[in-house]
């Protein structure tokens, strides 16, 4: 009871803390272990993020989760969060299930439909097909997805709903892809958020030095830091070499078509961490369909796959129009945010300031839609090879293909030299490109059925 008192003077007391939540934690913690024999779990991590420093990260990303998850529409709000269960689900992020499956019951949702998909409305499990297919393979996306859909008889969709579907499940697709890309760390009560085992010397279990999580030696450390002192330098140079060239010459639109196929097929061959077996959690799983359903390049196996050509078929001048006239204001907010990513800029690469980022920007929002077979036509896709190089693309490709499987080791082994903020902008990047990608597809296959 004498610690019980302590608590309770310390919470009737004005100047109560996080560290007094701490401290009577603690004496609850050690309560616990010697009078009852009851095992506490400890968290895995300390602070939102596996990888990022707390206090460099935390306020980037609450700034950009709030602005991001503003959006009304016409599904109700149950509708809303299920949605983004189904989303977050494809990739397996708990941390984001979990928020909406609070979410989800706190506006009324039935909590039967948690129990999988199966046990939600007809009008959601028809959904599953095209949640699958945008999160994995969009370009597979085609008029009779969207069909099959507006005419389901009782179950069918209306065009805004539909319009609010598609918007949510890219949201959330690429938002999974932030959460892994930050390795936000899932909190103490979900699964990967808590362990039994003892803290050892390194304050790190075999569990984390297994995904890559854990300390390398100093050895290691000093030497990584030998071999990239200059990075930084050499990519600065780059850039002004190939401003330098586009001034003098500008290539030809049969190179540039050349360049762009060269570079589509190159970042097939960019490995990722697919040959890994990721261990589907069945809190997650339940809420989708097909679970071995994943990314797949686009010639694999000799299927070929016409490229997207955005000078047919842009957000700019097709998608924006399409969605503010049946989603209305939300294109405003999609254009926005998409250009706040886009532009985001303090005009530093690590130590140096003044540096123009436009063109290392335009390249890794390019790098990403090539990946998807989205091509413009005003681009040299040659200069991608020039300012990312393999670990970087490695890193792209995982996060933004199969965020689940990112790890520290990817994180940290790009852009060495880059402060924690400047990779968290890559993040935003990333996560931009590959939903306003998502979206594209989606869109344009709307707007085939409509015509």
């Known amino acids: 009871m004498r610690h019980a008192t302590a608590a309770t003077e310390t919470m009737e007391n004005n100047s109560f803390t996080v560290t007094d939540l701490y401290k ?20 895995l991590g300390n602070g939102p993020s596996r990888f990022i420093p707390e206090k460099e990260y935390l306020e980037s990303f609450l700034r950009t989760q709030h602005y991001l998850l503003q959006m009304d529409g016409p599904l109700s709000l149950h509708y809303r969060h299920y949605i983004g269960i189904m989303a977050a689900a494809r990739h397996q ?16 949702g039935d909590p039967k439909w948690l129990n999988g998909l ?45 319009i609010h579907a598609v918007v949510l499940l890219t949201h ?12 936000i760390t899932p909190e103490i009560h979900s699964d990967g958020g808590h362990t039994f085992r ?42 002004k070499q190939l401003q330098e060239c586009r001034d003098e010459e500008e290539a030809s639109q049969e ?21 890994e077996e990721c261990v589907q959690s069945r809190d997650v799983s339940r ?8 990314y797949k390049d686009f010639s694999r196996r000799g299927e070929h ?17 399409l969605v503010n006239r049946l989603y209305p204001d939300v294109g405003q907010l999609l254009d926005e945010k998409f250009q706040m990513a886009y532009n985001l800029t303090y005009n530093t690469m690590a130590m140096h300031k003044d540096v123009d980022t436009s063109m290392l920007r335009r390249a890794i929002w390019n790098y990403i839609h090539c990946m998807f077979g989205i091509r413009y036509d005003d681009y040299d896709y040659g200069e991608i090879n020039q300012l990312l190089d393999r670990s970087f693309k490695v890193y792209i490709k995982t996060m933004v293909c199969s965020p689940e499987k990112t790890t520290k080791r990817m994180y940290e082994s790009f852009w060495r030299q880059f402060q924690h903020s400047e990779k968290v902008h890559v993040n935003l990047l990333l996560m931009e490109a590959r939903m306003q990608a998502e979206l594209l597809y989606a869109l344009r296959a709307i707007t085939c059925y409509m015509t």
């Open 24 to 43: 009577i934690c603690t004496h609850c913690e050690r309560l616990s272990k010697k009078d009852l024999g009851v095992s506490i779990p400890r968290p």
């Open 93 to 108: 992020c708990s941390y984001l299930v979990n928020l909406h499956v609070n979410d989800f019951l706190q506006v009324g």
């Open 118 to 162: 199966d046990g939600a409305p007809q009008k959601l499990q028809a959904l599953g097909e095209l949640n699958k297919i945008l999160a994995h393979r969009p370009w597979l996306l085609t008029k009779a997805h969207i069909e099959h859909l507006l005419k389901a008889e009782e179950h069918s969709w209306s065009l805004a709903e539909l």
């Open 172 to 183: 959330y697709h690429s938002l999974a892809s932030f959460t892994f890309g930050c390795g």
């Open 198 to 239: 003892p803290v050892s010397l390194s304050q790190y279990c075999v569990c984390d030095i297994a995904n890559g999580n854990g300390h390398g030696n100093d050895l290691e450390e000093r030497r990584g830091s030998h071999q990239v002192s200059g990075e930084v330098e050499v990519l600065i140079e780059r850039m």
């Open 255 to 275: 190179e540039m078509a050349t360049r762009f196929e060269r570079e589509k097929t190159e970042s097939m061959l960019v490995a990722t961490a697919e040959d």
């Open 287 to 294: 809420h989708f369909e097909d679970p071995s359903y994943g």
């Open 305 to 321: 796959v016409p490229t997207f050509r955005v000078q047919d078929y842009s957000w700019e001048d097709h998608g924006y129009s």
